[in-house]
C-alpha cells in the first residue's frame, strides 16, 4: 500500500463534508437492472460510500474495498443513517483478496489507477464474478484533461474502450460507451467530463 497515496485520500476525505456528495453514480443507478437481484456486490475504491448505499438499499449485501480509513469511517456512518450496512475492507486493490466466484457484480466508478495495476485487478476481478456476474466501470478518459473537472491529470490512470478490451475478452460487453455528459458530485467532479462507460457479463466456462 502506498502511504502517499493513502494520506493523500485520507486528507481529502478527512473534511467534514461527503467530497464527492452522497447521490449515487447517475450511470450506476440508470445500469442496475442489469445486476442479478439481492447478491454480493464488490464496490472498488469506494471512498465515502454513496454507491454503497444505493446497493444497499436496492437489497443487495455490499463489501467496499479502498485506502482511506477517513472513507470508511464516513461510509459506515453514511449507511448508518439510512439503515443499511456493508463491510468495507481498508486495502490496496493490488492486494484485496478477490477470491474465486464470489461477487455477482463489482463496480468500478472513477476507480482510477496505472495501467499495470488495471491489467493485475481486472484478471482478479473478473476469476471471482460468479458466472453470469456483471463487472461495471465509469472512468474518466483521456480527454478529460481537456475539461479540468475532475479526475487524475496523470494519462496513464485515464481508460479507452480499447484499452479496456484486451482485459476482458470472452466477456459478454452489454454496453461500451466514450462520451461526454454532466458529471456534478459533490466539490471534486464538477460538470461537463469525458468519460469511458463499461458493462459487461462473465460467460458460462
Known amino acids: 500500500m502506498s502511504e502517499e497515496v493513502q494520506a493523500f485520500w485520507n486528507q481529502r476525505f478527512g473534511r467534514d463534508e461527503y467530497v464527492y456528495g452522497t447521490s449515487p453514480n447517475t450511470f450506476l443507478k440508470e445500469s442496475i437492472h442489469h445486476f442479478p437481484s439481492g447478491g454480493n456486490v464488490l464496490c472498488l475504491a469506494e471512498g465515502e460510500g454513496r ?3 444505493l ?3 436496492q437489497g443487495y449485501q455490499v463489501h467496499a474495498v479502498d485506502l482511506s480509513t477517513e472513507g470508511k469511517s464516513k461510509a459506515e456512518r453514511l449507511a448508518a443513517e439510512h439503515n443499511t450496512s456493508l463491510q468495507y475492507t481498508i486495502c490496496d486493490l493490488n492486494d484485496f483478496d478477490y477470491g474465486e ?4 457484480a463489482i463496480v468500478s466508478i472513477f476507480a482510477h489507477v496505472d495501467s499495470v495495476s488495471r491489467k493485475n ?3 482478479k476481478a473478473m476469476a471471482s464474478l460468479t458466472e453470469g456476474g ?3 466501470l465509469e472512468s474518466y478518459h483521456p480527454q478529460q484533461l481537456q475539461y479540468g473537472t475532475g479526475g487524475p491529470k496523470d494519462v496513464d490512470m485515464l481508460v479507452t474502450l480499447e484499452d479496456l478490451r484486451p482485459h476482458f475478452e470472452g466477456s459478454k460487453v452489454l454496453h461500451e460507451a466514450e462520451l461526454e ?5 459533490g466539490i471534486f ?11 459487461v457479463q462473465k460467460s458460462s466456462t
Open 51 to 53: 454507491n454503497a448505499l
Open 55 to 57: 446497493l444497499g438499499q
Open 101 to 104: 466466484n464470489r461477487w455477482d
Open 121 to 123: 485487478i481486472y484478471q
Open 134 to 136: 456483471i463487472f461495471l
Open 181 to 185: 455528459r454532466d458529471v456534478s458530485e
Open 189 to 199: 467532479h464538477t460538470g461537463n467530463a469525458y468519460v469511458t462507460q463499461w458493462i
